[in-house]
Structures are given as C-alpha cells and as structure tokens.
C-alpha cells in the first residue's frame, strides 16, 4: 500500500508549528489491513534531518522512512502487531544519531480531577504536575513538561536538547489550557524555555513559571532539577514545630539581605559537595573582586553568628529568583525556583537543614502582590494578559514599573496559594512575611483618584485580593500547624490576624507599622522635646490587643535617605549609643514579637547598601563590640523570661505602672505571664536626666533583682543602676500597696524581677511577717 497517509494541509500545520494536538499526526498510528492484524504508520518532522530510520531495538530490525509532502516531514508503514519504544535514527550532514521519539510517549501526568482543582483555584500541590518533571515512562527516562497557556495558538519546548528549535518538540493542549510534552533522555541540568505563539503568531519565550531553577542572570533559562535528592535531618524540628504555639513562643528575627550580608573574594573558589569548584557570580556593581557567598558558605558563617547573638530565626529577604539584584527579590520572575546567585535548590535546602539543626527557625518574604514586566517572566505570558489585569487601573503598579495579579483569576490564585505552600513543603521553611498586604487588598493603592475601579460595591477594597490571602493562610495552615505567616500590612485594614472563618485574614503575625513609625518620630527628637510626644509612647498599647503584632525595625526603615539606625538617634556619640539601647530595650520588653534588620545588632553608621558587606570593620571598636554584646544579653533575657512573650496578644500580658510622667519622658508597666507570681517590671527615662531617687508601685513586697540595664558599663553605659535590685517600701504609690525608690540611669531601660526565694530567705532570717 502507498506509505503517504496523510494529507498536505495536516503536514503543514505541522511544519508551520499551527496544530495544538501534534500526537494527532506525529508519532505510531495503527492502520487496519483486511481486518487481519495491525500495522503501524509512524510520523516524524525532523527539520534539520536528511534522512531517519525507524529502530525496533527488540527486533533489530530498521525500516526507512519517506520524505511527505516536505523535505523534512517523514513517515513509513510497519507491519508488526506491537510497536512499542522504537527508536528514530536521524542523519543530520555527516552526523548520525539515535532518539527516541517524544510523540510515541502520550501518557499525561495531569488527569481530569487535576484539571478540575486547577480550573476552580483548589489545586494545593499544582507545582507537582505543571513545570518540568523527571518521569519514567514505558521504561524511558525523560522529563515531563506541561504549562498553562490557554490563549496561546501553539506552545513548544525549547532547550539545550533540540538547539532551542521551536519546531522540534511542539506541545499538545488539554483541558484548562495546559500544554505538555514528554521528551526522553533528557535530565535535570537541562536548560529549558517555552516558545508560545498567540493567534497572531508573534512569538514569546518564557521561563516556565513552575521551574524550580533558573539560570544565573542575566541568563533566563529554566533549568531541570530533581528537589527529591536532599535528604532531610530535621524531623525532630519539624515534628516539634507542628506542637508548638507560636503565639506563646519567644519570636525574635534577624532579617538578612543574603546578597549584602558578606561577600567572598572572588579569587577565594567556593566548593560543591562534590568537592568540584563552583562557578563563580560576581554582583554587576560589586567592588572589584568581590562575589557573593553560596548558600553552604552562608550556612557556615551566617547561622552561627545569629544563633551566638540568640535570635529565634532568620527572615531572607525574598530568596525567589529575580532578574536585577538591585531590587533586592522583591520583583520576582522565578516563583517556584530558589535564586541561583547562591547556588542550586539542594545548596538552599542544606541552609534550612543547617538552621533547623542549630535551633533557628527559617522566614522566607514572599512576593504576591506584585510582579515585573521583564520579557522572558509571567507578563503578557500567552499573549494575553493571563497573570496580570488587562485594565492598567487594576493591573499596573505605576509606581513600582510592575504588574498586579489577577487575583480573580482560578488558576492564578491557585498559582500563588500553591507557590507558598511550595516553600514549606519542598524546603522546610518556618514562615513567610507577606511583602505590601495594602497593594492587595485596597483597589486604589499608591493610585491618585481616576487611575483605580471601585468594586462591585463601590468601596476601594479589593475583595478578591482579600479572598485570595484568606485562601493562602487556610491552606497553609491546614497541611503545616505551627508556621508563621506575617503580614507586612500599614493600614487600619481590620482583623488582619484573625481566624479566617470569623472573617480575618487569617495570618498570625502583624507587622505594627504604627508602633514603628511613632517610636522611630520620638526617638528623632531631641530629649527635651520629648516630653511633649509622651503619646507617641503609649499609644500603640491602646490597639495592640486588637491584633497579633510583630514590632520590626526593618531594611526599609535604613534606606533611601533615612538614614541607619544609629544615625536616626540625636546628641553625641555616647547618646546615641544609648539611645539605641534604650530603644532596643523598650522594643524587647514591648508586647509583640521582635525583628531587626542586619546590621542594627552593631549599630552600624552607613545605610543599608544592597552592593556592599555590612560594616564589619566597625566589630574592632568598642562602642559596636558592646553592642553586640548587648543584643546577646538582650535576647538571652527575652527567651528565658515568659513573662516577655507569652501573652503578647490580649490585655493580660501589660499593664501600666505610670504612662502620664511626660515632664521626665519616663513610663513604666509590667509584663505578665499566665502565671501571676511571674512578671517583670519595666521602667524607661527617655532623657539624659538622671534621677537618683524616682519611686514607682509594685503589686507585692520583697527584693526585685534588677535583671537587666542598657545603662551599664559593659554595653558601654555609665553603670548607674541600683546595685543588683531594691527591696520594696510598703509604701502605696502608683495604686500599688508597695513601691520602689530607684535610681533611674540616663537614656536608660530597667528590668527588675521578684526574687521571691530571696525574700522568703530574708523574711525568715528576720524572723518578721511579711507586712
């Protein structure tokens, strides 16, 4: 019979790259012969073949294809009744070699439940069956690839493996608008894009926005990887974690920019596990000779330096991948793929792994509010606008040159509810800060009246940008108790860290931009005019019940002309040291959890600069020496007292002693635990002024030992205090039946504590009643 079995206009929509299911024409077809058997006619288009052969390995039998309709278009009749794993030998010039054919392989890794989820935004783990995939299949080893791009006309896969030649590996589209292909033989380190054609025809090439690596930029490329070679040694961590009520934990971050924290020499090589050399990445506007650690070298020098100054857990800048380093990760291209700067997804793991095992829990910035317009990322993906709003007034952050997320949209919600689900399970981590709630959930957002559409009531909020952050924390929450989600949120947006199914937004953690703005303001002014923002004090105390907050000292306080920390503290040097201290102190003993950005730990004297170390020169003097002594004491204090974070929420865990002595800028109150015998009393004079003799109220008779003073001489102070605690006066002040006559130091923090053993020592020994 004649081999030609198809018909022009099929091969040329082959050829032209214009068929959306190309297994209908490429790859085996069973023909029926005198309703006797099977034989097979076997399709291929090989642009750049002379000539391919059709390989039955078993058999060891070739059968010559014909050229069809096109030079390049081939396909022979094969009278067998199996035809499985063939193989298609191509001569391509002088060159010969031996394939197996991608069209021979329809065996879909999405099924129809999946389309279903998908469609509705409920596909929790999507990341696992979209992106590229090691797959077995019939015995074959390759890669599956699928992506959503429902509006395009025809989608194919690029790589390394076909010399980035759009024809070679055309994809077919399914349900949902999923495109897929599986191409054997190739493996993880392959370098991949998609090629998408809308219904123009003009071609866009993609990262695929579920690769779980990219190349280093300024390269785009995704690239195959295998997430499943880490082995995990933090069970015990994670079990703990699932048990545990971060609410009633001590939570103290130190947030890190990893691309400005330290760097190597780029003349000093770094090392895989392998023990071969990694390539190196220089920054683009580094000093010469300067590069960035890798994830392992940062696990050896940055886990240890947190874990000996005693925070709780580390917050990473956003660790996505991201095009220019000088949006520091908060302009995200690669969602699902760890930035390749530091090394390769494994090398990230090992830096969970490393901080699970020292003790410090892991806060990745998560980025959804938001995404930028660079050609190879989600912008204009199919040739629509898929991820992003086709109006400008809902799609565009014209301040920030990005696009919004269609939050509307099933499958892009469910593109970011699995996004953060993707970070803890497939790399351990604790918790994410969500980057800019506001720009979700309020419609009109950094936009000037006629630039945003109210909704469909009229108001400003986003309701589905709401809808999709309650989507977002039920989930993870659902499938990994224990975690942290934080909202970077700077609005009165209403509650914020409440449960989802009383209406919240469901996160657990706050950040009180108030707080932070109002203390930073008082603290700028000279201490004489303080007096007259006692309120900027005390404030906070009167909506801090309303929410879950996180007070945090962040990278965006220490930017852009604000100026570093230290230098944002009036007077001489020695003022603003303590300054610095008085401030850090009150922060630690203020109800909420705590996070300070790098840097602040030794007061360092320049802004925050994402293109240089840290100040680490500065570690020689003793002004920053005692600093960082300072934060040791002072976080070792945090974590072994419970009276400083175990009722941070409510009104139970605060109380004033004395909000209203504005004339000497002191306040006073008391921290409680659940257990009444435990609490800590806090005293704050805000000035220079000392006072040798300032009486407060306490609820109970004894000797308060003072625990801790940012006054004294080993943090650099004037070691004015009240020699280890005052016995107290059975005097009534404050509403309390007892008092206290203390020495309040300079600029100065006292923590004292009830050291009731001692009383009862004391009390005994005098053989008197206590009063």
């Not at 956003?318 to 380093?325: C, G, K, L, R």
Request: proline share 6%.
């Amino acid at each position: 019979m004649s081999t030609t079995t198809i018909a022009p206009d099929q091969v040329n929509r082959i050829v032209w790259n214009q068929h959306q299911d190309p297994f209908e024409v490429l790859g085996p077809h069973s023909l029926e012969q005198n309703g006797k058997g099977t034989s097979w006619v076997v399709r291929a288009y090989q642009p750049t073949a002379d000539a391919v052969w059709v390989v039955l390995p078993e058999k060891r039998k070739e059968y010559p294809m014909q050229s069809v309709h096109h030079p390049h278009f081939f396909e022979c009749v094969i009278e067998t009744p199996e035809l499985a794993n063939y193989q298609l030998r191509l001569k391509e010039g002088e060159h010969e070699r031996v394939i197996y054919d991608p069209y021979a392989f329809r065996s879909p890794k999405l099924t129809e439940f999946d389309f279903h989820l998908f469609a509705e935004g409920n596909h929790h783990r999507i990341y696992e069956k979209l992106g590229a995939h090691l797959m077995e299949v019939d015995g074959v080893k390759g890669v599956y690839f699928a992506v959503w791009a429902p509006s395009a006309r025809n989608v194919s896969v690029l790589g390394d493996f076909n010399s980035w030649d759009g024809r070679k590996h055309q994809m077919a589209k399914r349900g949902s608008g999923v495109w897929e292909l599986f191409i054997p033989a190739v493996g993880v380190g392959d370098h991949y894009k998609y090629e998408i054609k809308n219904g123009e025809g003009h071609i866009y090439e993609k990262s695929d926005p579920y690769g779980f690596q990219q190349e280093v930029r300024p390269k785009t490329a995704s690239i195959v990887t295998d997430l499943n070679t880490h082995t995990w040694n933090d069970d015990e961590w994670m079990e703990r974690r699932r048990h545990t009520d971060s609410l009633k934990q001590p939570i103290s971050v130190y947030e890190c920019h990893l691309g400005s924290w330290l760097h190597a020499s780029s003349a000093e090589p770094a090392f895989l596990p392998d023990g071969t050399e990694e390539p190196v990445v220089i920054a683009s506007e580094l000093r010469p000779g300067a590069r960035f650690l890798t994830y392992r070298e940062l696990a050896d020098k940055l886990i240890p330096y947190v874990k000996d100054l005693g925070f709780t857990h580390i917050e990473l800048l956003p660790i996505a991948e991201h095009p220019f380093d000088g949006s520091w990760g908060y302009q995200v291209t690669g969602f699902y793929a760890p930035t390749s700067r530091f090394g390769t997804p494994q090398d990230f793991m090992y830096f969970v792994d490393q901080c699970h095992a020292n003790g410090i829990g892991v806060i990745v910035d998560w980025v959804p509010g938001h995404f930028p317009k660079d050609g190879h990322g989600l912008a204009f993906f199919d040739g629509t606008h898929l991820y992003e709003h086709a109006d400008p007034r809902k799609g565009e952050h014209k301040g920030w040159g990005t696009l919004v997320f269609n939050y509307g949209r099933n499958e892009v919600r469910n593109f970011l509810v699995a996004n953060a689900l993707f970070w803890f399970d497939k790399y351990h981590i604790d918790g994410v800060r969500v980057d800019a709630v506001a720009s979700i959930i309020y419609l009109n957002y950094c936009r000037p009246d006629g630039e945003w559409v109210a909704n469909q009531y009229g108001g400003c909020e986003n309701i589905e940008g709401a809808d999709f952050l309650r989507q977002t924390n039920h989930v993870l929450f659902s499938y990994f108790p224990g975690i942290l989600t934080i909202a970077e949120e700077s609005t009165s947006w209403p509650m914020v860290t409440w449960p989802t199914y009383v209406g919240g937004l469901g996160f657990n953690f706050k950040w009180d931009m108030g707080w932070m703005h109002d203390i930073l303001d008082y603290f700028h002014l000279d201490p004489w005019f303080r007096q007259f923002h006692q309120n900027n004090v005390t404030f906070a105390m009167w909506y801090h019940p309303s929410e879950n907050f996180m007070l945090a000292l962040s990278h965006d306080e220490v930017v852009h002309g604000k100026s570093p920390m230290i230098g944002k503290m009036p007077g001489d040097r020695w003022q603003k040291f303590a300054n610095l201290r008085a401030l850090s102190t009150f922060m630690f003993t203020h109800p909420g959890k705590k996070t300070i950005f790098m840097g602040m730990e030794f007061a360092q004297w320049s802004e925050w600069n994402a293109w240089a170390d840290l100040e680490w020169h500065l570690h020689q003097y003793d002004d920053h020496k005692n600093m960082l002594q300072f934060f040791k004491d002072l976080n070792q204090m945090y974590r072994s007292e419970p009276a400083l974070y175990t009722q941070d929420g409510g009104y139970d865990g605060f109380e004033w002693i004395d909000c209203s002595d504005n004339r000497h800028s002191v306040v006073s109150f008391m921290r409680l635990d659940k257990d009444p015998d435990n609490y800590l009393v806090v005293v704050c004079n805000f000035t220079p002024q000392p006072h040798s003799h300032y009486r407060i109220g306490v609820p109970e008779f004894g000797f308060y030992t003072e625990l801790f003073n940012s006054d004294a001489s080993k943090y650099g102070g004037s070691n004015m205090g009240n020699l280890g605690g005052k016995w107290a006066d059975e005097w009534w002040f404050h509403n309390k039946p007892y008092s206290l006559d203390l020495c309040l130091p300079p600029l100065g923090v006292l923590v004292f504590k009830l050291d009731r053993e001692k009383t009862a020592l004391a009390l005994r020994a005098a053989s008197v009643e206590e009063p």
